[in-house]
């Protein structure tokens, strides 16, 4: 009995740091205190089991977010796969619009091809020039409506942007570095140059007809 009392006396209580004579107090004061004791035991346990409790929710929580980090990046991956999938399709059918707009000018080309065919060339000659008259005016303005344009050229100041020079030659007509002839047509695409004019260029008057309106000059001046 002596010994217990003794350890008892060595321990502190948890929330006060004097130590207690056992010897000093009564019975009834001991189980008070030992009662204490029981109940801030009692007390730390109930609150271990709290701490153990949201221990645990804390976990099923991390592995719900786990799940959910799973499912995202899962739908992010079918999102950015589906997304892929759209841009192959525009880059495929980019022109789609612009095909079936054209496909009118396809049949009446047709059907111009199947008449001639059929008919006495000669006799209905003006009726095939006319038809096909149509047809390119309808085959331009399904170009013209998705921004195409042709580049000016003729009598243009020849620009290296929209026309493309194969040859410089001497003019009487043109001054120089303009444009006098348009070999093959240019176009804009909107705002750009798609393909440039191949042209002939001015490079002004040959020497002959310089000398000759020099002289010319001359004479005027001197009146």
Not at 44 to 62: H, P, Q, Y
Not at 115 to 130: C, F, R, V
């Amino acid at each position: 009995m002596e010994n217990n009392e003794k350890k008892i006396n060595e321990n502190k209580s948890p929330d006060n740091s004097r130590s207690i004579d056992l010897k000093k107090i009564q019975k009834p004061e001991l189980l008070q205190e030992i009662t204490s004791r029981d109940e801030q035991l009692k007390e730390m346990a109930d609150n271990l089991k709290k701490t153990e409790a949201e221990l645990n929710k804390i976990k099923e929580s991390e592995k719900l977010y786990k799940d959910q980090l799973i499912r995202m990046q899962a739908d992010f991956e079918n999102y950015k796969k589906r997304e892929e999938k759209k841009k192959q399709e525009i880059v495929e059918y980019a022109n789609q619009d612009l095909i079936c707009q054209l496909l009118s000018v396809v049949d009446n080309l047709e059907r111009a091809s199947t008449y001639a065919s059929n008919q006495d060339s000669e006799k209905h000659l003006e009726d095939i020039k006319e038809g096909l008259k149509g047809i390119l005016k309808d085959f331009r303005n399904t170009l013209e409506r998705e921004g195409l344009r042709p580049v000016k050229s003729i009598g243009e100041k020849f620009d290296p942007y929209c026309h493309d020079a194969i040859m410089h030659i001497e003019s009487d007509k043109y001054p120089e570095d303009t444009v006098t002839e348009e070999l093959v047509k240019g176009y804009y695409l909107k705002s750009k140059v798609i393909r440039p004019s191949v042209v002939k260029v001015s490079k002004g008057c040959g020497k002959k007809q310089q000398d000759a309106e020099d002289k010319t000059e001359n004479k005027e001046q001197g009146k």
